[in-house]
């Protein structure tokens, strides 16, 4: 992926459709300081219908640097991309679940938008990770520079995130979900 090693390496993956996010992402990158920019690699990983269509806005917004699409990868592989970046994105305008528990059990600490329902289930604000609202791209691109400029704080909130999906055993999703059985 041609990333070097003062590189801020964000991850994202899911079916690319617009429900997703991507393209909020894509223009909050756009809105990046120009010595951060530079220093960005956004790896979204995953097919689908909005694929041409963010390529395209990469292209308008210069951004083919710092914007790499790439198709699906073997779960493995997509792990080992998660656990070597320095932020997991969730930025999806609606999505029942999702990545952020994959992020967090990696050790990765995640922004994830209000419209994803993992993020929201289990991000604590500043804690283990960042929300903000779908829409809001500014949000998106000052929470971005916000654990770009504080390393310690990444770590931080890398290890918080670790804890908080070893406090979710499959054990207490089972029981959530028998105990709130109609």
């Known amino acids: 992926y041609k990333i070097g ?3 801020f390496v964000l991850s994202a993956g899911s079916r690319i459709v ?3 996010g991507y393209d909020l992402l894509i223009k909050a990158i ?3 300081e120009k010595d951060i920019r530079e ?3 956004v790896l979204i990983v995953g097919s689908g219908v909005q694929v041409t269509e963010l390529e395209r806005l990469a292209q308008e917004l210069d951004l083919e640097e710092q914007v790499i699409l790439e198709k699906w990868l073997d779960i ?3 792990k080992a991309l998660i656990a070597n970046s320095h932020v997991f994105i969730h930025p999806a305008r609606v999505d029942s679940y999702g990545g952020t528990t994959l992020g967090m059990a990696l050790g990765v600490p995640v922004i994830g938008s209000y419209g994803a329902g993992a993020a929201v ?3 604590e604000q500043g804690r283990n990770g960042f929300l903000y609202q779908p829409d809001d791209v500014r949000a998106l691109a000052n929470l971005i520079t916000l654990l770009y400029r504080n390393p310690q704080l990444r770590s931080y909130m890398g290890q918080e995130a670790r804890k908080t999906a070893t406090s979710w055993p499959p054990e207490r999703g089972v029981e959530i979900m ?3 059985a109609i």
Do not use: G, P, S
């Open 5 to 7: 090693d003062d590189d």
């Open 18 to 20: 617009h429900e997703k």
């Open 30 to 32: 756009a809105l990046l």
């Open 39 to 41: 220093h960005v690699r």
């Open 76 to 78: 493995t592989d997509f």
């Open 121 to 123: 289930d289990r991000i």
């Open 178 to 180: 028998v105990n709130n």
